[in-house]
């Protein structure tokens, strides 16, 4: 086949690969595409919402397609010409059937891939313990290894790639061990603490997926990947203490918290939702540990590579306190969420539609406007009324949502798709609009939207729109319910936004009055 042709010539003069990464808005893939740009490589992505990626800082560099991989007609376009196909995403959180999403997920991309023509599948999946039967894994690690499967059998050469907990600024597994550590220097734990792992670092991770890209056309199998230190996830937090410079951490397991109250547990201590947690603590129960590393073969290993575990740990929290977190783990959308768009008005004919709608005269330019706006959220708060907002964020936590503690990826910056507390960034045009997309669970979808007017006299103005879509009688309910509420709330951030910026601009001697 001429396909074939092209790629073996590619392969031999060393030129660059056609690459399609999917899972480019989520933790990974976000990471991997400058990386395949940096080796040569021409970079296609595929998102569903591909808006996601306009601000990334390598999107002029790669070509983005709308698709999902479980659309075999959307597929077929983005996999045209492409040489090694990246299997970045998977279903977990998606409800009690993610295992069958997932499933017929890989075999729609490995259909379609074989169809097209690709070289090369190269999946990151799970790694799992050889002795214990895929049935008593847990539902996250069997379907991870079911994909691998699948894609192995696709009739497409595949590279699948097993690592346990991948350590990196803004990954899951490392802000669970992270807040875990910092936030409890006493700790009750679940057994499972005594289970030996062999954690990698993100780095690791990155240069194996990208060497994969060129492994002959004859390899077809998964490779362990891992770093260099076999622990138990106790050592994982002792050592951590130590890399932050944190005293020693005292930690006693006892045997009947179970995964499921393990999630609930670290759901309440860390920002990483209890939906993502259980999985994290259910893979953890059985010993994750390497049985060959063969990967060495093809993608030769450096000195020092792979990395130590506490030199990741250093290279993670470096990246963290410097905030130069590329993306986080809650940088792919989060499962549930429903994607409508913004409703049009004024002509929207939809039905209800509500909205709350603050102005102020601001005294300031808009340029130190749009600072306060741009840096709302995580440390810096909501400025207005703090213990509302606590309060709601434990609310959603309890049911299941996200919370207000996912932060921000930036302290300063903001890009379309970044995760803000129990937000999303659905858009934002720099010095003028930030909108942003509820994530909270509401009987309705959400958005609440903050504009930077230019004003006269060099002052500038501010207005601000919540927006709610409510879905049936509950959602009507719900706003009526909270709407007494809005003038403290959205009345004092308008309010205190102003101030803010006023008092970014003012003299020093100048006293501001304090927040609401």
Not at 240 to 257: D, E, F, K, N, W
Not at 311 to 339: D, H, N, Y
Not at 387 to 393: E, P
Request: charge should be positive; proline fraction near 8%.
């Amino acid at each position: 086949m001429s396909r074939s042709g092209g790629a073996m010539q590619n392969e031999e003069t060393g030129a660059g690969l056609r690459c399609l990464v999917t899972g480019a808005t989520g933790y990974i893939g976000g990471r991997l595409v400058p990386e395949l740009l940096a080796a040569g490589h021409t970079v296609r992505c595929l998102a569903r919402t591909p808006e996601k990626l306009r601000d990334h800082p390598w999107a002029d560099r790669a070509e983005t397609v709308r698709g999902d991989v479980t659309d075999a007609q959307s597929l077929r376009p983005a996999l045209r010409d492409i040489d090694v196909a990246y299997y970045l995403v998977h279903a977990l959180g998606t409800g009690a059937g993610f295992e069958g999403t997932d499933r017929e997920a890989a075999r729609t991309f490995g259909r379609e891939a074989r169809a097209a023509g690709v070289r090369r599948i190269v999946y990151l999946g799970g790694l799992t313990p050889p002795d214990v039967p895929e049935a008593e894994l847990s539902p996250h690690l069997r379907s991870r290894a079911e994909v691998g499967r699948i894609l192995l059998e696709s009739g497409v050469p595949t590279t699948a790639l097993r690592a346990a907990v991948i350590i990196g600024s803004g990954s899951a597994s490392f802000e669970m061990l992270r807040y875990l550590t910092e936030r409890l220097p006493v700790m009750v734990t679940p057994s499972w603490v005594s289970t030996r792992i062999q954690p990698i670092a993100v780095r690791d991770v990155l240069r194996y997926l990208v060497g994969s890209a060129r492994m002959p056309d004859e390899v077809n199998r998964s490779f362990d990947i891992g770093g260099p230190d076999v622990i138990t996830y106790r050592d994982m937090m002792q050592r951590y203490a130590q890399v932050a410079g944190l005293p020693h951490r005292l930690i006693l397991s006892v045997p009947v918290l179970t995964p499921r109250l393990s999630s609930h547990w670290i759901g309440l201590v860390t920002p990483v939702p209890r939906s993502i947690a259980r999985p994290l603590a259910e893979s953890l129960r059985h010993e994750v540990v390497c049985h060959e590393h063969d990967i060495a073969r093809y993608v030769p290993d450096g000195p020092g590579q792979p990395f130590p575990f506490s030199t990741a740990l250093t290279l993670a929290l470096q990246q963290v306190r410097e905030a130069k977190v590329t993306t986080r783990w809650s940088s792919a959308s989060t499962p549930g969420i429903p994607s409508d768009p913004l409703p049009t008005d004024p002509d929207w004919a939809g039905g209800s539609l509500y909205t709350d709608v603050r102005e102020r005269e601001v005294d300031a330019p808009p340029e130190a406007l749009w600072r306060v706006i741009e840096g709302i959220g995580g440390a810096h708060g909501w400025y207005s009324f703090p213990l509302a907002w606590a309060v709601r964020g434990w609310l959603d936590r309890l049911i299941g949502g996200v919370g207000l503690r996912r932060g921000r990826r930036d302290a300063e910056r903001l890009r379309v798709g970044d995760s803000l507390d129990f937000w999303r960034v659905e858009e934002i045009e720099p010095g003028r609009l930030l909108r942003l997309r509820a994530e909270m669970r509401l009987p309705g979808p959400a958005w609440l939207e903050m504009h930077c007017e230019r004003g006269a006299g060099g002052r500038s103005h501010y207005r601000q729109r919540a927006v709610f879509h409510p879905r049936g009688l509950l959602g009507h309910l719900y706003w009526w319910s909270v709407s007494p509420f809005h003038a403290v709330v959205f009345g004092g951030m308008a309010r205190n936004i102003a101030r803010a910026a006023a008092k970014a601009t003012a003299p020093a001697r100048v006293k501001t009055p304090p927040l609401d």
